[in-house]
């Protein structure tokens, strides 16, 4: 088994985009065509063997319309008029019914193709979904995968299909260049030589172009994430009275405007130059269209070739000449795209948080152990925790007190096994936390962060969630919600416990953070398989008679259980039978609270402080 480590290290595997490694590209091409050949194998062949089709059949409809001109000349002073009529009328008519084939063939196409990318995004955001809960929490906080994750989510989805869009259309092109060319062959084989010489001044500029793009869009990633954070904070904040009354929302359109007049600005001149510079790489292709077709018109005058023939190679000639373009457009499609698309192939490959066939540790009389444990967020960062020991027994209640960023909220993330320590050991019953089975260990926790999840959909979930199993066990349910003191709200709503939690939902409500609270407790407390109950500041913001039966409630249901509970209140701490007290990431005091306030140091000082405000001055 792999043991997850939490000694300073990268926390993936950088991905180096090299312009000049044809393998990664087709490794990206690969790896998107698996996606999609993986939701719909079928469809995928059909756009393929469809687009196939198509581009072959463009050359029977010119031979046609060669022997409609042929036919048209030949009849001039023929006598038997109705025979030519006929037979040029036949012509017409099965060309028409090719092109009408064609049109038909297209549209199927391009019918199957929007379906295909519509799959292909949703499985992208599935996927994109899946990959982002199973990465670790460090990987997760890593600004460099922030960087790259908010670009993959702006450009992925769209980026993929046009990278599919491209790989689908290359079998038509090739049928039509290759159907083209073999006409003009058998003219003159130089003449297709000539249509892919002239064609390579277009490639090369584009393609330099393409990485110039790149590197523009890099450049101006920065100010594309102002961009999206001034749009989301004006749209979608909770709290709109705040900007209203600090009037930060024209100063921050401002500065929305600023950053989004000089994205455009530096995007319009890169394709000014882009565009002329196409003009002039096409100039080629359009003399020798013209050279060609002076060679063609002499054959005709001096009889070499008929007119349906100078039409057939002409035809045969712009066709070998667009399919060509569409060809090189297609290949540098795929590279623009391939840029931004190996972002997200590199994301779907990172390696998961963790393997879930680790270490069982023992459940029933057992202690959590830490050891020396010393922990910071980033490398070069400052220690969060220092060298923190204690060992708490099942059936003891611990309260942690502290004040701000003393280290109690990342101390309970080390708990729960998100982080791990860079120096010391954090064992549970004996085994140490990096080797335990997480899926195993998850399910004994029972957690309430202090920024907890606000799941906005009915009541009934938000307390289900605790324990998905039971999630149809309304009356559970309605006990829980009891003893977290949110029952009376709960039933004074018009729809009871299915009222949606926010107003965006219909018949929605939008709860106190007091609420919300109460609603996370619930959700602790209706998770009855776990043994390790951790709350984090749970009724900071509930009304102190709630709080205290709610204390006594978690008091009764953690009898032969762990709980371990942050708070700043402390009516609360007596329910606690030991009480740790941090102190800029250490625990510089532990106890009982009445050996505690003999001690007559921190703890006393905060205790005094806050008993002083409750009673008032002395
Ligand atoms: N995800 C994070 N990345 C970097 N630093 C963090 C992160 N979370 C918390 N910190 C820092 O760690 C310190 C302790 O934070 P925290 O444990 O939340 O304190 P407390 O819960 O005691 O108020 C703070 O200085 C905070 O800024
Ligand atoms: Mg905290």
Same mark, same amino acid.
């Given at each position: 088994?792999?043991?997850?480590?939490?000694?300073?290290?990268?926390?993936?595997?950088?991905?180096?985009?090299?312009?000049?490694?044809?393998?990664?590209?087709?490794?990206?091409?690969?790896?998107?065509?698996?996606?999609?050949?993986? /939701?719909?194998?079928?469809?995928?062949?059909?756009?393929?063997?469809?687009?196939?089709?198509?581009?072959?059949?463009?050359?029977?409809?010119?031979?046609?319309?060669?022997?409609?001109?042929?036919?048209?000349?030949?009849?001039?002073?023929?006598?038997?008029?109705?025979?030519?009529?006929?037979?040029?009328?036949?012509? *017409?008519?099965?060309?028409?019914?090719?092109?009408?084939?064609?049109?038909? =063939?297209?549209?199927?196409?391009?019918?199957?193709?929007?379906?295909?990318?519509?799959?292909?995004?949703?499985?992208?955001?599935?996927?994109?979904?899946?990959?982002?809960?199973?990465?670790? =929490?460090?990987?997760?906080?890593?600004?460099?995968?922030?960087?790259?994750?908010?670009?993959?989510?702006?450009?992925?989805?769209?980026?993929?299909?046009?990278?599919?869009?491209?790989?689908?259309?290359?079998?038509?092109?090739?049928?039509?260049?290759?159907?083209?060319?073999?006409?003009?062959?058998?003219?003159?084989?130089?003449?297709?030589?000539?249509?892919?010489?002239?064609?390579?001044?277009?490639?090369?500029?584009?393609?330099?172009?393409?990485?110039?793009?790149?590197?523009?869009?890099?450049?101006?990633?920065?100010?594309?994430?102002?961009?999206?954070? *001034?749009?989301?904070?004006?749209?979608?904040?909770?709290?709109?009275?705040?900007?209203?009354?600090?009037?930060?929302?024209?100063?921050?359109?401002?500065?929305?405007?600023?950053?989004?007049?000089? /994205?455009?600005?530096?995007?319009?001149?890169?394709?000014?130059?882009?565009?002329?510079?196409?003009?002039?790489?096409?100039?080629?292709?359009?003399?020798?269209?013209?050279?060609?077709?002076?060679?063609?018109?002499?054959?005709?005058?001096?009889?070499?070739?008929?007119?349906?023939?100078?039409?057939?190679?002409?035809?045969?000639?712009?066709?070998?000449?667009?399919?060509?373009?569409? =060809?090189?457009?297609?290949?540098?499609?795929?590279?623009?795209?391939?840029?931004?698309?190996?972002?997200?192939?590199?994301?779907?490959?990172?390696?998961?948080?963790?393997?879930?066939?680790?270490?069982?540790?023992?459940?029933?009389?057992?202690?959590?152990?830490?050891?020396?444990?010393?922990?910071?967020?980033?490398?070069?960062?400052?220690?969060?925790?220092?060298?923190?020991?204690?060992?708490?027994?099942?059936?003891?209640?611990?309260?942690?007190?502290?004040?701000?960023?003393?280290?109690?909220?990342?101390?309970?993330?080390?708990?729960?096994?998100?982080?791990?320590?860079?120096?010391?050991?954090?064992?549970?019953?004996?085994?140490?936390?990096?080797?335990?089975?997480?899926?195993?260990?998850?399910?004994?926790?029972?957690?309430?962060?202090?920024?907890?999840?606000?799941?906005?959909?009915?009541?009934?979930?938000?307390?289900?969630?605790?324990? /998905?199993?039971?999630?149809?066990?309304?009356?559970?349910?309605?006990?829980?919600?009891?003893?977290?003191?949110?029952?009376?709200?709960?039933?004074?709503?018009?729809?009871?416990?299915?009222?949606?939690?926010?107003?965006?939902?219909?018949?929605?409500?939008?709860?106190?953070?007091?609420?919300?609270?109460?609603?996370?407790?619930?959700?602790? =407390?209706?998770?009855?398989?776990?043994?390790?109950?951790?709350?984090?500041?749970?009724?900071?913001?509930?009304?102190?008679?709630?709080?205290?039966?709610?204390?006594?409630?978690?008091?009764?249901?953690?009898?032969?259980?762990?709980?371990?509970?942050?708070?700043?209140?402390?009516?609360? *701490?007596?329910?606690?039978?030991?009480?740790?007290?941090?102190?800029?990431?250490?625990?510089?005091?532990?106890?009982?609270?009445?050996?505690?306030?003999?001690?007559?140091?921190?703890?006393?000082?905060?205790?005094?402080?806050?008993?002083?405000?409750?009673?008032?001055?002395?």
């Amino acid at each position: 088994m792999q043991g997850r480590t939490g000694k300073d290290q990268k926390v993936f595997p950088r991905l180096k985009l090299s312009f000049s490694r044809l393998g990664q590209v087709i490794f990206v091409l690969r790896e998107i065509v698996k996606i999609v050949s993986r /939701i719909k194998p079928g469809l995928l062949v059909t756009v393929f063997v469809l687009s196939f089709v198509w581009g072959f059949s463009s050359i029977p409809t010119f031979y046609i319309e060669k022997l409609i001109i042929d036919s048209l000349v030949s009849s001039l002073g023929s006598p038997d008029k109705q025979k030519v009529f006929y037979r040029i009328f036949f012509l *017409v008519s099965l060309s028409l019914l090719i092109s009408l084939l064609r049109n038909i =063939l297209s549209s199927v196409n391009s019918f199957l193709r929007h379906t295909l990318s519509r799959y292909l995004d949703a499985e992208l955001d599935v996927l994109m979904v899946n990959k982002v809960s199973q990465l670790s =929490l460090p990987a997760l906080e890593n600004p460099e995968f922030m960087d790259r994750f908010n670009k993959i989510e702006r450009e992925s989805g769209r980026r993929a299909w046009q990278l599919m869009t491209p790989i689908s259309e290359i079998p038509g092109y090739l049928a039509g260049f290759v159907s083209a060319t073999a006409v003009l062959v058998l003219v003159y084989p130089l003449i297709s030589l000539g249509v892919i010489l002239v064609s390579l001044p277009r490639f090369f500029v584009n393609s330099k172009f393409i990485k110039r793009e790149y590197d523009l869009d890099t450049e101006l990633s920065p100010k594309n994430r102002v961009w999206a954070w *001034v749009r989301y904070h004006l749209t979608k904040n909770r709290n709109f009275m705040e900007l209203r009354i600090l009037g930060v929302s024209h100063y921050l359109t401002e500065k929305m405007r600023s950053v989004i007049d000089e /994205i455009l600005s530096k995007r319009a001149t890169l394709n000014k130059e882009r565009e002329s510079w196409a003009f002039f790489s096409s100039l080629p292709l359009t003399f020798y269209e013209l050279l060609v077709s002076a060679m063609l018109i002499f054959w005709v005058v001096v009889g070499k070739i008929t007119v349906g023939s100078f039409q057939l190679y002409l035809r045969s000639l712009r066709s070998a000449e667009q399919n060509l373009n569409g =060809l090189i457009a297609s290949l540098l499609n795929i590279y623009e795209n391939y840029i931004y698309v190996a972002d997200l192939v590199w994301f779907l490959g990172l390696p998961d948080e963790e393997s879930h066939k680790g270490v069982i540790p023992p459940k029933g009389d057992i202690s959590i152990v830490f050891k020396d444990v010393w922990f910071r967020y980033q490398d070069q960062q400052s220690w969060v925790l220092k060298d923190i020991s204690f060992e708490v027994s099942q059936g003891e209640k611990i309260a942690i007190v502290g004040e701000n960023g003393a280290g109690k909220s990342t101390l309970i993330k080390l708990l729960a096994g998100f982080y791990l320590p860079q120096r010391g050991e954090i064992l549970i019953g004996n085994c140490e936390i990096s080797n335990i089975d997480l899926s195993n260990w998850r399910k004994r926790l029972a957690v309430l962060f202090q920024d907890f999840e606000l799941y906005p959909f009915s009541v009934r979930e938000a307390i289900g969630y605790g324990d /998905i199993s039971r999630l149809d066990k309304l009356s559970e349910i309605k006990e829980s919600a009891k003893k977290a003191g949110i029952d009376n709200f709960v039933e004074s709503l018009p729809l009871g416990y299915d009222t949606p939690l926010t107003p965006e939902f219909g018949g929605g409500v939008r709860p106190s953070i007091g609420q919300w609270q109460r609603l996370g407790i619930a959700r602790v =407390l209706f998770r009855k398989g776990a043994d390790i109950l951790i709350l984090d500041e749970p009724t900071s913001n509930v009304d102190p008679e709630a709080e205290e039966r709610i204390f006594k409630e978690l008091s009764k249901v953690s009898k032969d259980k762990f709980l371990i509970f942050v708070t700043q209140r402390f009516s609360t *701490v007596r329910i606690a039978d030991r009480i740790f007290v941090m102190d800029k990431g250490k625990i510089i005091e532990t106890g009982t609270h009445r050996e505690l306030m003999k001690l007559n140091g921190k703890y006393h000082r905060l205790f005094t402080l806050q008993s002083r405000s409750y009673v008032g001055f002395d």
